[in-house]
């Protein structure tokens, strides 16, 4: 059996079922909250940032996160052990040249944060450190997102939850004890506007590793909004999320993949995106409440029940029998569970093949 650490103090912390980011209320009784994320897909080029805001405006996406951090906020320019990576997607590039490439100006950032809100669409960030947390606080960033890697950075979760604003929280790379202090440093902090998004920090990431079934668990034990940060391809485990009660899905968008850039093998293009935000959608409507029996969108399905019917002529005074009496389609006729109960007995009067059996077709008297 496993203890949560300060247990009450995280229930008492956590009691807001839901928080709101830019208007838009998320969590439980509301659609989820689809996050288009940037990242390095600018390839260097501020216009075409600013396109991936306006596809992700135009697809319905709800928000667009950006990573705020420089090469040398980051990591260091550095050779030796550790600074190379080693396998994957970016195996043999150096750290700080991989982050020199990905990297979203900050000078870009205050034309990003007004497109957005010209749109509609929220554009939030993911600070790599205090100072970006600082810079974010001057162009009223409506959120931070705290990425997989840096969700022990106690200090730096510290600084943002300081901010009053909501946090998202990736928990791909650390384990459930962690997750547990983690929850006990934000209570502590007072910090209620609280997601967990469960993660697989791979990219990409495989379909089969991906363990949808720890959403609910998730979500059981934390008492947590919970939402997907998905590097699978395609969008079919996002939308699966969805119907585990994942509240929040984000996913990485390129203009197109065949346009390179550090995160495109893992990204969806735009039309891609589109059918992400239906489909989860979809999938949250389609969830509804328990509800057993006949549904009012099938009201109008009920005369293709099957009912009795006769199946051939009938006299009065002829008794009802299997040859002339059977349980078909369509439903105007008795229920089949009277069938038992009308064998045997003598027509009231003359009943024509391919009628309806009713009880005023029935003697009753005899």
């Not at 944060?113 to 939030?124: I, K, P, Q, S």
């Not at 600070?127 to 606080?137: G, K, Q």
């Not at 950075?153 to 909501?166: F, M, Q, S, V, W």
């Not at 034990?221 to 929040?248: K, M, Y």
């Amino acid at each position: 059996m496993i203890t949560i650490p300060n247990a009450k103090l995280i229930e008492n912390a956590m009691k807001t079922p839901t928080l709101t980011i830019a208007g838009r209320t998320i969590g439980p009784g509301n659609p989820p909250y689809v996050i288009a994320e940037m990242s390095g897909n600018h390839n260097g080029d501020k216009a075409r940032a600013l396109s991936l805001i306006e596809v992700a405006a135009k697809m319905g996406a709800d928000a667009v996160k950006l990573q705020t951090y420089t090469a040398d906020t980051i990591t260091l320019d550095h050779d030796g052990p550790g600074f190379t990576v080693e396998g994957g997607l970016w195996d043999g590039r150096r750290l700080y040249d991989l982050y020199e490439e990905a990297h979203t100006p900050w000078g870009w950032h205050a034309d990003l944060f007004a497109r957005g809100r010209e749109l509609g669409v929220a554009v939030f960030s993911s600070p790599f450190d205090d100072t970006a947390v600082d810079f974010l606080e001057g162009l009223d960033c409506p959120a931070y997102k705290i990425a997989s890697f840096e969700a022990m950075d106690l200090p730096l979760i510290r600084k943002a939850a300081a901010t009053g604003k909501p946090l998202i929280i990736s928990t791909g790379m650390i384990s459930v004890d962690e997750i547990d202090t983690l929850m006990v440093t934000l209570a502590e902090f007072g910090a209620t506007d609280v997601a967990l998004l469960h993660c697989v920090s791979a990219y990409p990431a495989p379909v089969a590793a991906s363990n949808l079934s720890t959403i609910p668990a998730m979500a059981a034990r934390w008492n947590a909004i919970v939402g997907l940060s998905d590097h699978t391809p395609g969008t079919a485990v996002s939308v699966a999320a969805v119907t585990l009660g994942a509240a929040l899905v984000e996913k990485h968008l390129c203009l197109a993949r065949a346009d390179g850039g550090v995160d495109s093998a893992f990204s969806l293009e735009p039309m891609e995106l589109g059918a992400l935000v239906t489909d989860c959608r979809a999938a949250w409507e389609a969830l509804g409440s328990v509800r057993f029996g006949r549904q009012a969108a099938a009201e109008t399905s009920i005369t293709s029940r099957r009912s009795l019917y006769v199946v051939a002529d009938i006299r009065a005074g002829e008794s009802l029998t299997r040859a002339n009496v059977r349980s078909i389609r369509p439903g105007y006729g008795l229920a089949p569970t009277h069938l038992d109960k009308v064998l045997g007995r003598p027509a009231a009067r003359d009943i024509s093949r391919g009628a309806p059996l009713t009880w005023a077709d029935i003697d009753q008297e005899a």
